[in-house]
């Protein structure tokens, strides 16, 4: 029997079609965000998971706040004396690194994607800030934010969808697991009801929503991590992020990992649940990512992730097995 083909519509074939070229995310990091779960408004020290310096690759690269290093915004911060240099962190990460893709890539179109920490959590005003200098950057068509679906408010969901209106703006939001015992155990800070509810709000903005979801969080078992992704899909998703758990150093997965209580997910139990992922998919989802191999010094497990060429021969090998074109 011929073996059915099952076409994926990844991020660049629909930006490909949606902008006539494709789309090139350039990903930035603002020193003075934070997350509530690390500020001790909802929870404290942060996901078990999270180590932000691995996580934000630019940051580094930026000019950062020296002078006051402990300088975070919150939801009800009442000024940011610091709004004029993080425009500037804002516009040296996007032109180095749009620099870099012209020239590697020949990319033509760019889309913002507020990266690290929570993209939201900040006053109104500086979020208008951040962001309408980001869309006055040459060939950018739309912003990509980042944020946990308890540090947004009504009021930014009806500014970003004023914006709308001009470009294309999308919400990312980290799902992670429906699970409320796999949220408490890794520290998340709220619920999957308070997910559903902002999700449930952003597309009724008339905003896109990218949901992130990691498979082989603690106690987790297969058949839960795809009832979060069935979850998911029920949502009324318009784009799904993959990748598995890592362990990183100076973080408390690190010591659940040193004491033999979380042992981290295989490579081919990813690649099973991701190729099921797939096949399941409805057409009109976009597939954003499905692996992120990390190259970095401070990660303790697994291993097989540090290869990311090597994870994707083996994703394509199982792909081409399953019909599943990526």
Same mark, same amino acid.
């Given at each position: 029997?011929? $073996? ?7 991020? !660049? ?5 949606? *902008? ?8 930035i990091?603002?020193?003075g965000?934070?997350?509530? %779960? ?8 942060g ?6 310096? #691995?996580?934000?690759?630019?940051? !580094?690269?930026a000019? =950062? $706040? ?25 516009e ?8 870099? /893709?012209?020239k ?5 179109k760019?889309?913002?994607?507020? /990266? ?6 900040? =006053? ?11 869309? #006055?950057? =040459?060939?950018?068509? !739309?912003? #990509?934010?980042?944020t ?28 992670? #697991?429906v ?7 890794? %520290? ?5 009801? %308070?997910?559903?509810?902002w ?13 992130? $979801?990691?498979? !082989? ?6 058949e ?6 069935h ?8 784009s ?5 758990l890592y ?8 010591n659940?990992?040193a ?18 992922s ?30 990311? %060429?090597k994870? *994707?021969?083996n ?12």
């Open positions: 029997m011929e $073996l059915l083909l099952k076409k994926i519509m990844t991020f !660049g074939r629909y930006t490909k079609k949606q *902008f006539g070229t494709r789309v090139f995310k350039v990903p990091s603002i020193s965000f934070t997350c509530p %779960n690390i500020d001790g408004t909802t929870a404290v020290g996901c078990t998971f999270c180590e932000n310096d #691995s996580f934000s690759p630019n940051l !580094g690269k000019q =950062p $706040l020296d002078h006051n290093k402990k300088f975070y915004l919150n939801l009800k911060s009442e000024s940011n004396p610091h709004l004029e240099l993080q425009l500037k962190q804002l040296q990460q996007f032109t180095n690194l749009s620099n870099q /893709q012209r590697k890539f020949g990319a033509k760019f889309m913002v994607y507020f /990266q690290s920490f929570t993209n939201t959590y900040a =006053p109104l005003e500086t979020l208008k800030a951040l962001y309408e200098k980001a869309l #006055s950057f =040459p060939d950018v068509v !739309g912003l #990509s934010i980042g946990r679906s308890d540090s947004i408010t009504q009021e930014t969901l009806d500014y970003l969808a004023e914006l709308n209106k001009e470009k294309e703006i999308w919400v990312e939001f980290g799902i992670q #697991s699970y409320d015992e796999t949220l408490l155990r890794i %520290n998340r800070g709220h619920d999957a009801a %308070n997910v559903h509810e999700i449930v709000k952003t597309k009724k903005a008339g905003l896109k929503v990218c949901g992130h $979801l990691i498979y !082989g969080l603690p106690g987790e078992t297969k839960m991590m795809l009832e979060t992704y979850k998911s899909i029920q949502w009324d998703l318009d799904l992020k993959f990748h598995s362990v990183m150093k100076k973080t408390a997965l690190a659940e990992y004491k033999g209580d979380f042992t981290p997910i295989d490579e081919e139990t990813y690649i099973d649940l991701l190729a099921y797939l096949k399941m998919l409805p057409k009109h989802i976009i597939v954003q990512r499905i692996s992120a191999g990390i190259d970095d010094p401070n990660l303790l497990a697994p291993m097989w992730s540090t290869d990311k %060429n994870q *994707f021969r994703l394509r090998k199982r792909f081409k097995e399953e019909g599943i074109i990526y």
